[in-house]
């Protein structure tokens, strides 16, 4: 390998227990590695970084934060959910196999130094401020400044 | 094969799984000087092919690697 610096980036959009722990295992292996790691955020992803408090400030904006409740503990896998039943067995099987659970894997990512972006359009429309997301979020930021990352970067997913 | 190294750091990463040996090492490695070698036990079966391409990357040398039943044993040698 050169000497020229090793990035990884990567868009999180899902919000699905089994993609956003899909997207904190390469980015946690990335930055093990000595790539220099950005995610980035954005709609149903920004989940990941969510505090868990109510959001919104209108009507629909409110009535997305009860429906959308909760922070990286309440997500639910992409199949096979049956209103949390899903969530809870997953949780256990992977306890039971002694895998690392979410909110830990993202804590190991966050000591790593993968940086953490949220995207400034989706918090606008769904209404989720600042405060809203983990202290640990380094930046809310846009698309030009996502594709400045990924241009440098020798790895770059969509999850 | 019957050659001991003489290690500087002893690593336990049983029962660890998937990106975890990986994320011990890697921070481990800082701990030891440079041509310095950390000697690591592991249960995820893995890291016999993680292992390897975590030095490839990151430009050490995977020394040895023994298989005692589960227990996987390997020796890692920091490099730069």
């Known amino acids: ?159 | 094969m019957s050659e001991t190294i003489k290690a500087d750091l002893e690593l336990n990463l049983q029962g660890l799984m998937c990106p975890l040996p990986v994320v011990k090492i890697s921070q481990a490695i800082k701990n030891v000087p440079v041509g310095g070698v950390i000697e690591a036990t592991a249960t995820d079966p893995g890291v016999m092919a993680d292992i390897p391409a975590w030095a490839k990357s990151t430009g050490n040398e995977m020394l040895k690697v023994e298989k005692e039943g589960k227990v996987i044993r390997f020796w890692v040698k920091r490099l730069k």
Do not use: H
Not at chain 1, 71 to 100: A, E, L, Y
């Open chain 1, 1 to 159: 390998m050169s000497e020229e610096k090793k990035k990884a980036s990567m868009v999180v959009f899902s919000g699905d227990m089994d993609k956003v722990m899909a997207a904190f295992i390469i980015a946690t292996g990335a930055a093990a590695m000595g790539y220099e790691t950005t995610m980035f955020f954005t709609f149903w992803g920004l989940k990941a970084i969510q505090k868990g408090n109510r959001t919104g400030k209108g009507f629909f904006g409110k009535m997305l934060g009860i429906m959308n409740r909760g922070g990286i503990d309440r997500i639910g896998p992409s199949r096979f959910n049956f209103g949390g039943i899903g969530r809870w067995m997953f949780k256990k099987m992977m306890s039971d196999k002694g895998v690392t659970p979410l909110a830990q894997l993202r804590q190991t990512a966050i000591d790593l130094g993968v940086k953490l972006l949220a995207c400034q359009m989706s918090m606008d429309v769904m209404e989720i401020s600042r405060e809203d997301l983990i202290d640990e979020v380094a930046d809310v930021v846009g698309v030009a400044a996502f594709i400045g990352e990924a241009g440098d970067s020798q790895i770059n997913l969509f999850i």
